[in-house]
C-alpha cells in the first residue's frame, strides 16, 4: 500500500513503488532487528506507526513502557506488515528516537509546532485561552503565545466562525475550535455558505485556510444533544475537506497538514479517544489529507472504517483471526475527499466490503461511501456491500441503550461471517 | 474604464471668460482644489460619544469627482434594470440607485487599504473600491469576463485589491466576517479599519449582536454600518423592529445616526468613525437611505410603499440633485457641462455592456475549477464521475 509520507526539514519523502506481500518481508525484517547496530535500536518507520510498536517489541529496551489496551489490540494484530517503505529503511539502518504521549497531547504538539513555524496561526474557541481547553488540547498555548493568537471566545458558535473565517480571507490561518462537534450546528450557515464556497464565488480571489476541529461522536452517556456525528451533515458542502483522526500519530501529522493545507479543513476528532497513548516519532512529520491508513492487511475482506470504530474493528479483528477469516482493515481518514485509490486496491484484492462507521444510517459517510465503491468498483465486487452504521435514533441517556445504538464487535463479526459464507 | 476619484483630467476646457481670482466664486482651475466648505443637511446625532460637526470641507474638484461617480453609478444601475428585463441578467439582481452616497461618501473619506463588506447590494460598492463597468457587466450576465469569473453572479462581487470582500447572500453573514477582517487587522498591526455593512432587516440578525460583542471585548477596528432604505425587502422597519433606531443598538458601542442621501455626511461620519474605531474599538454607523426600486428586480417595490413617497424622496432628497445644486450654487459648472457629464457617462455604460455581451459564457471546464485551492492533489468532480474511476495497478 502507498504510504505516501510528507516530511519537512531533515525527513525525505518517498513512497512505495509497489505493494509487497506483507508475509514475506516478516522474517528479513525481524532478523535485520536482532542485528544490534553500532548506533543503537533499530525502528521500522511507517505512515501508520504500527511497526514502530512491533519493532518495540522485539527490541529489549530500558525505555520500554505499559502499553495501553488500545495499544495491545493494535499490536496484537498486527502482523508486522512492514511493506517496502520499511524494507527500504532497514536498508537504511535508520535510527530515531521516539516519545509516548496521549492523543490530546499530540494534537497540541502538533498545534504549538504550526504555532511556532507561522505567526499567522491563531486559536479561537471557547475556553481555549486561560482555561486551557475542555479536552486540555490548548493548555499552555495561551500562556506561550499570548490573548491575541489564543483567543477566549463568547459563547457564539455563529459569529466566532464567521470571524474565523474573514480573517481567513485576509490571510490569517485560524484554527476553530467547536467545544463539542454539535455546537458546530450553530455556525452551519458560515461553514456552508462562506467557508465552502467563498474561494468558488470570488473566482478564486479569496482563499479560507481556515481549521475546524472539535470533538464529536458517541461518548460515555452525554445525552443526545452532545453525541452528535456531523460528519453526514458537512459532507456535502462543496469546497471543504473532511478528515477524521484516530490515533495520536495520525492526530498530529493531519492536525498539522490541515493548518497548512489552503483549503478549508474539518478535522472531527473523538471524545473518547482523547486518551488514547502511543508512542510518535520525535522529528516533524505530516501526513496527507487525502490517504487513507492501512491498518492491517488482509486477504479475505475489506472493512473500511474511522475514528472510534477502527477499535471496535481491531477488537472484532481479533476474533476474526481467531475463527480463520482474514480482514483488511482500512481506516479512511479522509472523509471527504474518499482516498478511492486505496480503496479500490483493497478491493480489487478481496472482493468483498465491510463499512463500519459510528455516522447515522441515513445519509451518513458509509451511505456515500457504498454509492462511490458501487459506482467506481462494481465489477469487482463478489457480494453486495454491507454498512453498518450507528442507528437512526438520538443517542439515549440509559448505558444499556446508548451501546446498542453504535456498533459493536460482535455485530460486526457475524456481518464478516455473512458476507464470507 | 476605473472609476476615477478626482474629477479634473475629465475636466472640458475653461471658457476664457472667467478671470484667475482665488474667490471661490470664480471658475479657474487654480481654485479646483481650493476648499469649500458644505453644511451637512442636517445634524448628526449620536448615541453615547459627541458627534462630529456639522461642516464639512471639500473642494471642487471632490464635489466634481462625486458627481460623476455617482451618476456613473446611477446609470450603471439602471442599465443593469434595462438587462434584467431583456433577460440577460438572470436570477436575483439587487439594485442600489438612490444610496450612491453612501459608497461615495464613504470612500472618499478612506484608503484602499482599509476594507468594506457588504451584502447583496453590492454593484456600487464594488465600482468605488476600483472595479470597471465591463467586469460588473460581464458578471451580471455570466460571463467569463466578470470579476468572478461568472460564477458568483449578481450578490457575488469581490475585489481583493481593492479591499472589498464582497458580496454576500446570506442576510447578516458578512457582519462576522467584517469582524474577523477587523481581527485580521488588529493581528497584523496595521492602522486600517473594516466597514462591515448591513441593512435595516439584516440588523435584527443574532449574529450581528454576537460579533458586535466579540467586537467591543477584544478592541477590534469594526465599523458597522446599517443602510438603513426603511424596507427590508417588503416589511417596512417599524413593522420588524422593536426599536428601529439602530445606531442605538449596540447599547455599550456609540453610535451615530448620518442622512445617508447626503454624501458629505456620510464622509464626515466615516471619517469620524475610523479615527474613533482605531482608538476605540467598534461604533455603529446608521445611513439614512432609501431606494428607488424594489429590494431586487422581481419585486416592483410599490405594493407595500406609494408611489408617492418614492417621488417625494426622488425630489427631495436625491443624492445626485444635492451634488448638482452645490456644483451650481458654488458655479463651479454650469447646468450643460453637467449634462454632458451625464451623457458621457450614459456612452460610457453603453460600451462597456456592449463590450460585456462580447465576452464569452465560462468554459464547462471552469465548473469545476477553484472548488478546492490546488496543492494538495484534490480535484472536484461532478456526478457523472468516469474521471474519478481510480486506475488500479
Redesign the interface.
Known amino acids: 500500500m502507498a504510504t505516501l509520507f510528507q516530511g519537512v526539514g531533515a525527513v525525505t519523502p518517498f513512497s512505495a513503488s509497489?505493494?509487497l506481500d506483507s508475509n514475506k518481508l516478516l522474517l528479513p525484517s525481524r532478523k535485520s532487528l536482532s542485528i544490534s547496530d553500532s548506533r543503537g535500536s533499530i525502528f521500522v518507520y511507517r505512515s501508520d506507526a504500527l511497526n514502530l510498536k512491533a519493532a518495540t517489541r522485539l527490541q529489549l529496551s530500558p525505555g520500554h513502557q505499559k502499553r495501553s489496551p488500545s495499544e495491545d489490540l493494535l499490536l496484537h494484530q498486527s502482523r508486522g506488515s512492514f511493506g517496502a517503505f520499511g524494507l527500504y529503511l532497514h536498508c537504511l539502518r535508520i535510527a530515531y528516537p521516539w516519545h509516548e504521549l496521549l492523543l490530546f497531547e499530540a494534537l497540541r504538539e502538533g498545534l504549538e509546532e504550526e504555532m511556532e513555524r507561522d505567526p499567522r496561526v491563531?486559536v479561537m474557541g471557547e475556553d481555549v485561552g486561560h482555561y486551557g481547553g475542555s479536552y486540555k488540547v490548548t493548555k499552555g498555548l495561551a500562556e506561550k503565545y499570548g490573548d491575541?493568537r489564543v483567543?477566549d471566545?463568547?459563547i457564539?458558535e455563529?459569529?466566532?466562525?464567521?470571524?474565523?473565517?474573514?480573517?481567513?480571507?485576509?490571510?490569517?490561518r485560524p484554527i476553530v475550535e467547536g467545544m463539542n462537534m454539535g455546537f458546530l450546528l450553530l455556525a452551519f450557515?458560515?461553514i456552508s455558505?462562506?467557508c465552502g464556497m467563498?474561494?468558488?464565488?470570488?473566482?478564486?480571489?479569496?482563499?479560507i485556510p481556515i481549521v475546524i476541529r472539535g470533538p464529536g461522536g458517541v461518548g460515555r452517556q452525554l445525552g443526545a444533544e452532545h453525541s452528535q456525528r456531523l460528519e453526514s451533515y458537512f459532507q456535502s458542502i462543496?469546497?471543504i475537506?473532511m478528515v477524521a483522526c484516530s490515533t495520536p500519530y495520525n492526530a498530529k501529522g493531519l492536525m498539522k497538514?490541515a493548518i497548512r493545507?489552503?483549503?478549508p479543513v474539518i478535522l472531527f476528532e473523538h471524545v473518547l479517544l482523547y486518551n488514547l497513548k502511543e508512542r510518535i516519532p520525535d522529528e516533524e512529520y505530516v501526513l496527507?489529507?487525502?490517504e487513507a491508513e492501512m491498518v492491517r492487511p488482509g486477504e479475505h475482506i475489506t472493512i473500511l472504517t474511522y475514528s472510534r470504530m477502527r477499535y471496535h474493528v481491531m477488537q472484532a479483528a481479533k476474533t476474526l483471526v481467531n475463527k480463520g477469516y482474514d480482514p483488511e482493515v482500512i481506516d479512511i481518514r479522509s472523509l471527504k475527499?474518499f482516498d478511492?485509490?486505496t480503496i479500490?486496491?483493497s478491493v480489487?484484492k478481496t472482493h468483498r466490503v465491510l463499512i463500519v462507521e459510528e455516522c447515522m444510517r441515513t445519509g451518513g459517510i458509509g451511505a456515500s461511501l457504498t454509492a462511490?465503491i458501487t459506482?467506481?468498483?462494481h465489477d469487482y465486487l463478489d457480494a453486495p456491500i454491507v454498512c453498518l452504521s450507528s442507528q437512526d435514533v438520538p443517542t439515549p441517556y440509559a448505558g444499556t441503550l446508548e451501546e446498542w445504538t453504535v456498533v459493536q464487535p460482535a455485530q460486526i463479526v457475524s456481518a464478516v461471517e455473512q458476507l464470507c459464507q | 474604464m476605473a472609476l476615477s476619484r478626482s474629477g479634473s483630467n475629465l475636466l472640458k476646457p475653461i471658457s476664457p471668460f472667467f478671470s484667475c481670482a482665488p474667490s471661490i466664486l470664480s471658475r479657474s482651475i487654480s481654485s479646483s482644489n481650493d476648499s469649500i466648505t458644505v453644511e451637512t443637511s442636517i445634524p448628526f446625532t449620536a448615541h453615547n460619544c459627541e458627534p462630529p460637526s456639522r461642516s464639512v470641507t471639500t473642494s471642487a474638484a471632490e464635489l466634481r469627482s462625486f458627481f460623476r461617480d455617482m451618476a456613473l453609478m446611477r446609470r450603471m444601475e439602471i442599465a443593469a434594470d434595462s438587462l434584467y428585463k431583456a433577460k440577460l441578467i438572470r436570477g436575483f439582481c439587487h439594485l442600489y440607485d438612490g444610496q450612491e452616497a453612501v459608497a461615495v461618501g464613504m470612500e472618499a473619506a478612506i484608503t484602499r487599504k482599509d476594507c468594506i463588506i457588504t451584502a447583496y447590494r453590492d454593484h456600487c460598492t464594488f465600482l468605488s473600491r476600483g472595479g470597471n463597468l465591463v467586469e460588473v457587466f460581464a458578471e451580471l450576465m455570466g460571463r467569463r469576463a466578470g470579476m468572478s469569473n461568472g460564477k458568483g453572479g449578481s450578490m457575488h462581487f469581490y475585489r481583493k485589491e481593492g479591499g472589498f470582500y464582497g458580496g454576500h447572500g446570506i442576510v447578516g453573514a458578512q457582519v462576522p466576517l467584517g469582524c474577523g477582517l477587523a481581527f485580521a487587522q488588529k493581528y497584523s498591526k496595521d492602522e486600517n479599519v473594516t466597514f462591515a455593512m448591513y441593512g435595516d432587516g439584516a440588523a435584527n440578525q443574532g449574529q450581528l449582536f454576537e460579533a458586535l460583542n466579540i467586537a467591543a471585548l477584544w478592541d477590534l477596528p469594526a465599523i458597522l454600518v446599517c443602510e438603513n432604505n426603511h424596507y427590508g425587502m417588503g416589511t417596512a422597519e417599524w413593522r420588524a423592529a422593536k426599536s428601529p433606531a439602530y445606531y442605538k443598538r449596540g447599547d455599550y458601542v456609540p453610535g451615530l445616526k448620518v442622512d445617508g442621501m447626503d454624501a458629505f455626511a456620510v464622509k464626515q461620519a466615516c471619517k469620524f468613525a475610523k479615527e474613533h474605531a482605531l482608538k476605540n474599538g467598534p461604533i455603529i454607523l446608521e445611513m439614512d437611505t432609501y431606494r428607488y426600486h424594489g429590494h431586487s428586480m422581481s419585486d416592483p417595490g410599490s405594493t407595500y410603499r406609494t408611489r408617492d413617497e418614492i417621488s417625494g424622496v426622488r425630489q427631495e432628497r436625491d443624492p445626485i440633485e444635492r451634488i448638482r445644486k452645490l456644483l451650481l450654487s458654488h458655479e463651479i459648472s454650469t447646468e450643460t457641462e453637467l449634462k454632458d457629464i451625464e451623457k458621457e457617462v450614459r456612452k460610457e455604460v453603453d460600451n462597456a455592456i456592449s463590450k460585456a455581451k462580447e465576452s464569452e459564457m465560462p468554459d464547462p471546464s471552469e465548473l469545476f475549477t477553484n472548488v478546492y485551492v490546488k496543492g494538495f492533489g484534490v480535484e472536484a468532480y461532478g456526478a457523472d464521475r468516469k474521471e474519478l474511476r481510480a486506475t488500479l495497478p
Open positions: 509497489s505493494s491563531c491575541l483567543l471566545t463568547p457564539a455563529n459569529s466566532f466562525t464567521g470571524m474565523g473565517i474573514g480573517a481567513a480571507m485576509t490571510g490569517l450557515n458560515q455558505n462562506n467563498l474561494h468558488y464565488t470570488s473566482g478564486g480571489q479569496f482563499t462543496p469546497g475537506q497538514a493545507s489552503e483549503n496527507s489529507l487525502e475527499p478511492l485509490y479500490g486496491c480489487k462511490a459506482e467506481n468498483f
